[in-house]
Nanobody
């Protein structure tokens, strides 16, 4: 059974940084692309980062490009999201996601709040 557990959220001041982690189990992690999404109150869930299986390619929407960096450690079955220059608009619950076969699996999410 696929399990994804996110860590690292919290309260940070504008301009600050956070690093999120997502520990994966129940599937062969190295064979699947991984994604981070976020959902702010009253808004739809938004894809913020994608990384390929070996970590060679990452993609970001314009809203986070240049500020967020996704990475992975296949030996640890973990994907990370480094978030810099955070703004209040980045406040959301952040989720990691894996599409294993035809099943899209999600973690429970971790809250990120950017506020002074």
């Amino acid at each position: 059974q696929v399990q994804l557990v996110e860590f690292g959220g919290g309260l940070v001041q504008p301009g600050g940084s956070l690093r999120l982690s997502c520990a994966a189990s129940g599937f062969t992690f190295s064979r699947y692309a991984m994604r981070w999404y976020r959902q702010a109150p009253g808004k739809e869930r938004e894809l913020v980062a994608t990384i390929t299986t070996a970590g060679g390619t990452a993609n970001y929407p314009d809203s986070v490009k240049g500020r967020f960096t996704i990475s992975r450690d296949n030996a640890k079955n973990t994907v990370y999201l480094q978030m810099n220059s955070l703004t209040p608009e980045d406040t959301a619950v952040y989720y990691c996601n894996a599409m294993v076969g035809a099943v899209s699996s999600w973690g429970q999410g971790t809250q990120v709040t950017v506020s002074s």
